[in-house]
T-cell receptor
Framework: GESVGLHLPTLSVQEGDNSIINCAYSNSASDYFIWYKQESGKGPQFIIDIRSNMDKRQGQRVTVLLNKTVKHLSLQIAATQPGDSAVYFCAGSTYSGAGSYQLTFGKGTKLSVIP | DADVTQTPRNRITKTGKRIMLECSQTKGHDRMYWYRQDPGLGLRLIYY???????NKGEISDGYSVSRQAQAKFSLSLESAIPNQTALYFC???????????????FGPGTRLTVL
């Protein structure tokens, strides 16, 4: 079955530096990936997504890279700010038949930004 | 996300009690989901519904039931709560993309449930 996991449970970054959060997935049939940000006491919030026919996608200060060869994706945050402190989840979507897609979440990486 | 609301936000109950968690959305999405979140385990899918007449079990449906009363409402019930159902519960919605791939989910603020 699908499993989506993160390499590091915690990450501390100096304010202004770039952050890189990594995620590995096991199901090569996964065709869509999403990064979510969850701040304390709140629900997960969509950040950026990428489809399997792409290897890079950029948003505002965030970039997601997808390496299908090694089944790995990463979230890069440029010029990390204190407001970026949160838990970040990756999720992979796999078609499960009859028009259904199942989203599997990783366990999360806690990003702490040091002022 | 203010478009997805959950009630109550916090609930403490006793073992054996019946509990209902409510979710409402104004996003106009057809698809709705219930997840639970436990420390160190991430988000796990309990049930999901792709439209009003569709209910599907997720990864951990035992001990739970759901009702999709309308497109905008999806409730989760614990018929007889037990302590290991203490967790943070999230409702989410999504809109099926044209190709069926874009399944970005938008989450409510969560309900913290404690079963004593």
């Amino acid at each position: 079955g699908e499993s989506v996991g993160l390499h590091l449970p915690t990450l501390s970054v100096q304010e202004g530096d770039n952050s890189i959060i990594n995620c590995a997935y096991s199901n090569s049939a996964s065709d869509y990936f999403i990064w979510y940000k969850q701040e304390s006491g709140k629900g997960p919030q969509f950040i950026i997504d990428i489809r399997s026919n792409m290897d890079k996608r950029q948003g505002q200060r965030v970039t997601v890279l997808l390496n299908k060869t090694v089944k790995h994706l990463s979230l890069q945050i440029a010029a990390t700010q204190p407001g970026d402190s949160a838990v970040y989840f990756c999720a992979g979507s796999t078609y499960s038949g009859a028009g259904s897609y199942q989203l599997t979440f990783g366990k999360g990486t806690k990003l702490s930004v040091i002022p | 996300d203010a478009d997805v609301t959950q009630t109550p936000r916090n609930r403490i109950t006793k073992t054996g009690k019946r509990i209902m968690l409510e979710c409402s959305q104004t996003k106009g999405h057809d698809r709705m989901y219930w997840y639970r979140q436990d420390p160190g385990l991430g988000l796990r899918l309990i049930y999901y519904s792709f439209d009003v007449k569709d209910i599907n079990k997720g990864e951990i449906s035992d001990g739970y039931s759901v009702s999709r009363q309308a497109q905008a409402k999806f409730s989760l019930s614990l018929e007889s709560a037990i302590p290991n159902q203490t967790a943070l519960y999230f409702c989410a919605t999504s809109e099926a993309g044209l190709a069926g791939v874009e399944d970005t989910q938008y989450f409510g603020p969560g309900t913290r449930l404690t079963v004593l």
